[in-house]
């Protein structure tokens, strides 16, 4: 049983252009978790998916930051026109079932802005 | 106030001793408690999760939920240098709310 992917795992960009980051949820999970986390600090909720539906988005910028979980394929977190304050580590985690749940993460996307 | 705090460390131990780590919460509403792993340049990895008063034990470790004083604490007996990491508190304040995640603290066990 295959547990949450993400990819890619190490992303460069410039300033200025998108980056894309994706995420598959453990088989059988439908509610996704999206959380941000620099150097030497601590996990921050970003944003909270299920199926086609974003549930709390609270922890995202309002600019420049976007996720989606589409009914068929994996979860998207994008960040357009990146600065060098994005840079970071992005974890997804996934759970069965909401709430309560506990929630497996997956590898990181680590992502630097040139 | 944080909703989620636990000391940065860090703790320092000495292989064989117990560890104790510790995370206080805000919200009295809080229902779910996790306390997860994290290596240097790795993802978290759950280790405990404990919902009721009490004790729960797994192996080595042991969580110890006190929702009166709004305190969760995590042990771990015969501490092993592999056991170095962060250790990060999360809860869960029930319905489908966000996972709160706490600093984490930064153990350290010396051969």
């Known amino acids: 049983n295959a547990g949450v992917m993400q990819n890619p795992r190490h992303l460069v960009r410039r300033r200025g252009q998108e980056a894309r980051l994706r995420c598959s949820p453990m088989k059988g999970h439908s509610h996704v978790y ?3 986390q620099l150097p030497e600090e601590g996990l921050k909720f ?3 998916l299920q199926k086609e539906n974003i549930i709390d988005e609270s922890g995202m910028p ?3 930051f976007s996720a989606e979980f589409p009914k068929e394929g994996p979860s998207i977190l994008r960040i357009q026109q990146v ?6 580590a992005y974890f997804c985690a996934s759970s069965l079932q909401g709430g309560r749940d506990e929630q497996f993460f997956g590898p990181g996307t680590r992502l630097t802005v040139l | 106030q944080k909703e989620v705090e636990q000391n940065s460390g ?4 000495p292989e064989g001793a117990i560890a ?4 206080t919460y805000s919200d009295r509403g809080s229902q779910s408690f996790f306390w997860y792993r994290q290596y240097s340049g790795k993802s978290p990895e759950l280790i405990m999760f404990i919902y009721s008063n009490g004790d729960k034990e797994d192996g080595r470790f042991t969580a110890q939920l006190n929702k009166a004083s709004q305190y969760v604490s995590l042990l771990i007996r015969d501490s092993q240098p592999s056991d170095s990491a ?4 999360a809860v ?3 319905g489908y709310q966000k996972v709160t995640f706490g600093i984490g603290t930064k153990l350290q066990v010396i051969p």
């Open chain 2, 20 to 23: 104790s780590l510790n995370c």
């Open chain 1, 83 to 88: 600065v060098r304050g994005d840079s970071a």
């Open chain 1, 46 to 48: 970003m944003v909270y």
């Open chain 2, 86 to 89: 962060t250790y990060l508190c």
């Open chain 1, 62 to 64: 309002k600019e420049r």
């Open chain 1, 34 to 36: 999206w959380y941000r």
């Open chain 2, 92 to 94: 869960n304040s029930g």
């Open chain 2, 10 to 13: 860090p703790l320092s131990v």
